[in-house]
């Protein structure tokens, strides 16, 4: 029973120092963010971040899989409560806005050439997140048209490339050119584009719950 509980504990901690390193890099750049850095913000020794985590990469490689597994639940979440595949790909399109809301540190992550070109773990990592995230919107897609929502000649991946392109594109551009505005009032704008785009006969008002 004791291992057990060690065991519990260890992770919870390798995760608090996870949700340090995650403030921290919305805070400043990701190659600014230090171990002592980390250890100061949880309480801890440098000494201690490295028993959880042998390197700084593994750290990140961490953080990588947090936003992945805290990202993938809302947009489940988001799309559970869809009435119909449209529906579900509305909420899932302001879940992940309001998500990157709550933790502005995402777009540093996802994006920066600080991590993408020093470990190619992460690099790999990215690319599965965006593969599995496209993989649920074109599935959607693809139930639209079997339930003719959308126009009978759509591709589905086509379309779900730009579904992905558009949040990316959203996220930049508030994250470095405008940084005092709202994602959700940004997509606003542009989601009821892509809607017309796909030939949907349902667009609704385009807004989150």
């Known amino acids: 029973m004791s291992e057990r509980r060690q065991r519990l504990s260890a992770e919870?901690?390798?995760?608090?120092?996870?949700?340090?390193?995650?403030?921290?890099?919305?805070?400043?750049?990701?190659?600014?963010?230090?171990?002592?850095?980390?250890?100061?913000?949880?309480?801890?020794?440098?000494?201690?971040?490295?028993?959880?985590?042998?390197?700084?990469?593994?750290?990140?490689?961490?953080?990588?899989?947090?936003?992945?597994?805290?990202?993938?639940?809302?947009?489940?979440?988001?799309?559970?409560?869809?009435?119909?595949?449209?529906?579900?790909?509305?909420?899932?399109?302001?879940?992940?806005?309001?998500?990157?809301?709550?933790?502005?540190?995402?777009?540093?992550?996802?994006?920066?050439?600080?991590?993408?070109?020093?470990?190619?773990?992460?690099?790999?990592?990215?690319?599965?997140?965006?593969?599995?995230?496209e993989a649920r919107v074109t599935a959607l897609l693809a139930q639209a048209k079997a339930q003719n929502l959308v126009r009978p000649d759509l591709d589905e991946h086509g379309a779900a490339v730009m579904f992905t392109g558009i949040i990316q594109g959203l996220v930049l551009r508030v994250s470095i050119i405008e940084a005092r505005k709202s994602l959700i009032s940004e997509g606003k704008l542009v989601f009821p584009i892509f809607l017309h785009g796909i030939g949907a006969t349902r667009a609704g008002d385009a807004n989150p719950d």
């Open 12 to 133: 919870e901690r390798q995760e608090e120092i996870i949700k340090a390193a995650v403030e921290l890099a919305g805070e400043q750049s990701v190659d600014k963010v230090t171990t002592q850095d980390m250890a100061r913000a949880v309480g801890v020794t440098q000494g201690a971040i490295f028993r959880h985590f042998p390197t700084k990469d593994m750290i990140w490689l961490g953080v990588i899989h947090w936003v992945r597994g805290r990202l993938m639940g809302v947009l489940d979440m988001a799309a559970s409560q869809g009435s119909d595949p449209l529906d579900s790909l509305e909420k899932m399109f302001y879940a992940h806005l309001g998500f990157v809301d709550k933790v502005p540190a995402i777009p540093k992550l996802i994006f920066t050439d600080q991590l993408l070109k020093k470990n190619p773990k992460i690099k790999e990592l990215i690319r599965s997140i965006l593969a599995d995230y």
